[in-house]
């Protein structure tokens, strides 16, 4: 399809932005108007600089307060319009955008509506122009996308047509079954937002909280795909408000854009084919490698110089792992427990130590077991990630690998290698006879990361797009200086989750981790056991201290849940949390920061239990405070 983007949706001046966009590789662009009223230049000069980066203008937008209006207003707003395509003419913008009118000054009439614009669209057909006729949300009389296609059919005017926004549709529960009834001609554009499920005015939430297709809540794919069964072949574009957009480096923002649409295009395009597999498509539809299925993730890897390597050695065998190798040809070590490996890359002159080696001992790393590894950076690139290829020595192994958003790799491990083959050809494995110091952990059960702000809603459509992870619910979580945002992303069957995490006050510890990791890092790994009483004594006897817990939080939780006063004792002498849901229990129990604000988390999940124990976060955030 062709892609587009409004100029709205990105930071910076207009050429800043038009650079971006088609370095992200789009073929047009909404032109929003306060952008080209700012813009030192004619139309003309912007057209051509849009033509030689490869750029369409493909709307105009926004013409406003224009349909059902008394004689003179809509007088005044026809001059108005005159104007207005003077500068589309110069620019080569073929179409105009004309929203829902919401000016107190309005009738409710859709015949005068339909009269009015029917006048509009021959005034812009003299030129060779088109007009679009689109609902607001919070239009005044005309807000559904029916309302806005009952206007344009009385029009009956070739130059008159329908746009379509899904964020309109979305937002007011809207159902957009009936747009595969309309003729797909007769839609002249189709703009996609996302947004999170919020209760608030919907002009403020459609100002400021929409975000880019798989960022957010809304079923943009059933919408687009009742857009296709229309037999619409039109530009695809994106429309965003949004204020972290606005903040937020153009040139990433234009890359999460591009995604978006490719994700969008190629879910739309699965369940179309699926539906009917003989039947054609109308428009060609992106069509990516397909997700590679995960299974559970393979190790996790910190960068580390020597010093911080002698620490981190100290630290994981309080946890009970047992150093099991060195790699073959670099400063690379092996530590085990379980299932668990546990990777520390003290090589100079790697990639992992030169991104993190100025923020002391940080996770670089994340190694995923994958059905497919090719297969899986195909897509990765197709989704317009960076491929990664780290050097590899005699005789081992090539593990396929990419950049995530803010730098950490993450590497397909090939399943065929089982559990340990990838060790044993990169690493001189040492005798993995018992281990004293073993704890009982078994998995590594989730990893969580601290994001800036502006990362969070890359993360979320990166793992949805990427690695074919679907997010949870969003919960704000209290810090004693601030709210923490925390959103859960795992594949289907819950062997891989990372849990990420946004802080909205720079005063938290989530914050304060973030100014010493750089941003993207993570900021602890939960790691599964059968016995975590048994688990958390074992780990004190080899010398990993806690965080400690109020008395005065296993005096509110006999209140609020029904435990066993047994149980309850347990938990309080060893500082171990609880929560319950309808499925099962959750117990777990923090350790304290390492020096670069890193912890551990020992976690027993019981029955079907699918949360991260997020209530009990604020007692974890108090009692770290405090210390």
């Not at 050429?15 to 909404?30: H, N, P, S, T």
């Not at 060779?128 to 309302?147: D, I, K, P």
């Not at 997700?291 to 960068?303: D, K, R, T, Y």
């Not at 976690?603 to 699918?610: E, L, N, V």
Request: charged fraction near 20%; charge should be negative; aromatic fraction near 8%.
């Amino acid at each position: 399809m062709h892609r587009s983007i409004a100029t709205v949706s990105l930071s910076g001046t207009l050429r800043q932005k038009l650079e971006a966009v088609a370095a992200a590789g789009f073929d047009g662009i909404e032109l929003f108007e306060a952008d080209f009223i700012n813009f030192k230049g004619t139309a003309a000069e912007l057209g051509r600089i849009a033509g030689d980066l490869g750029l369409s203008i493909d709307l105009y937008q926004p013409f406003r307060d224009f349909e059902g209006m008394p004689e003179p207003q809509f007088r005044r707003s026809l001059e108005r319009a005159e104007r207005k395509f003077d500068l589309m003419e110069a620019m080569g913008a073929p179409t105009v955008l004309c929203c829902s009118n919401t000016s107190p000054l309005s009738v409710n009439d859709p015949a005068l509506a339909a009269a009015q614009l029917h006048e509009l669209a021959e005034r812009a057909a003299r030129r060779n122009l088109r007009v679009g006729f689109e609902a607001l949300a919070w239009g005044r009389h005309t807000s559904l996308y029916g309302q806005a296609w009952d206007i344009v059919r009385r029009a009956d005017h070739p130059h008159l047509g329908l746009i379509l926004d899904s964020f309109h549709t979305l937002s007011l529960k809207d159902d957009p079954a009936g747009i595969a009834a309309i003729p797909g001609d007769k839609i002249f554009f189709l703009q996609m937002a996302d947004a999170p499920l919020l209760s608030m005015d919907v002009l403020q939430w459609a100002r400021h909280h929409r975000s880019f297709p798989g960022q957010g809540d809304f079923d943009v794919v059933g919408f687009f795909e009742q857009v296709l069964r229309a037999g619409y072949t039109g530009p695809l574009s994106l429309e965003i408000f949004n204020d972290i957009f606005r903040e937020t480096p153009n040139r990433r923002t234009a890359v999460d854009a591009m995604r978006s649409l490719l994700y969008l295009e190629s879910e739309a395009r699965g369940r179309l084919v699926a539906e009917a597999p003989m039947q054609p498509l109308q428009v060609e539809l992106f069509n990516p490698p397909p997700v590679s299925a995960l299974s559970g993730l393979s190790f996790i890897e910190f960068a580390a110089d020597e010093a911080s390597a002698a620490t981190l050695d100290t630290l994981v065998k309080q946890l009970g792992f047992r150093r099991i190798g060195k790699h073959r040809s670099k400063a690379v070590t092996l530590y085990r427990q379980g299932e668990i490996n546990l990777i520390v890359n003290a090589q100079p002159d790697s990639f992992a130590r030169g991104r993190f080696e100025a923020h002391g001992t940080s996770v670089c790393a994340l190694g995923v077991r994958c059905g497919d590894p090719l297969a899986a950076v195909d897509r990765a690139t197709a989704m317009r990630s960076q491929r990664h290829d780290s050097p590899v020595g005699p005789h081992e192994l090539h593990v396929p690998a990419i950049v995530a958003p803010g730098g950490n790799l993450i590497h397909f491990v090939p399943e065929a290698l089982g559990a340990n083959g990838l060790y044993e050809a990169d690493f001189v494995l040492q005798d993995e006879g018992a281990d004293a110091n073993d704890a009982g952990l078994q998995r590594i059960d989730h990893v969580a990361l601290g994001l800036a702000v502006d990362q969070l809603d890359t993360w979320v459509l990166f793992t949805r797009a990427v690695l074919g992870l679907e997010p949870g619910e969003s919960l704000e979580l209290a810090d004693p200086f601030g709210l923490i945002r925390s959103r859960g992303v795992a594949n289907a069957d819950r062997s891989v989750r990372l849990v990420l995490n946004v802080s909205l006050s720079q005063r938290t510890r989530t914050a304060r981790t973030l100014s010493v990791t750089g941003g993207g890092a993570v900021h602890h790994i939960a790691l599964g056991c059968a016995d975590i009483f048994d688990s958390a004594a074992k780990l004190r006897a080899n010398g990993t201290r806690f965080v400690p817990i109020s008395d005065n939080y296993y005096d509110d939780l006999a209140t609020r849940i029904d435990i066993a006063p047994e149980l309850l004792a347990r938990m309080r002498e060893a500082g171990v949390l609880f929560d319950r849901s309808p499925a099962g229990d959750y117990l777990h129990i923090y350790t304290e920061n390492t020096e670069g604000g890193l912890f551990f988390e020992l976690a027993q999940r019981t029955a079907g239990y699918d949360a991260y124990g997020a209530l009990n976060a604020p007692a974890r955030m108090a009692s770290q405070a405090q210390e």
